[in-house]
């Protein structure tokens, strides 16, 4: 019986800023976790540190400009690493 369920999948999102035209991904880590009472929690990581959302305020790396658009580029579970 599980205490609690935590489910880690991995999620490449692609970034396109609307005002220098840059585009790049980055690789998400969405924790799935049980919260105990019935419901579901996600955390999201970014590069081993808690993050916001993908979707969440991205911002240009290169003009640090606000109007990006971000957008999921599929997700697979994440495969623990062969021995
Ligand atoms: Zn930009």
């Not at 970034?15 to 980055?26: G, I, T």
């Not at 049980?34 to 911002?59: E, F, K, T």
């Not at 697979?76 to 062969?82: C, T």
């Amino acid at each position: 019986m599980r205490v609690r369920d935590l489910h880690v999948i991995t999620e490449k999102w692609h970034f396109y800023c609307m005002n220098c035209l840059r585009s790049w991904e980055r690789v998400f880590e969405a924790w799935h976790s049980d919260d105990g009472h019935g419901g579901a929690a996600v955390a999201w990581r970014l590069d081993g540190q808690a993050s916001l959302p993908p979707w969440s305020d991205p911002i240009c790396p290169t003009c640090l400009g606000l109007q990006v658009k971000a957008l999921p580029g599929g997700s697979r579970d994440l495969i623990p690493p062969q021995r």
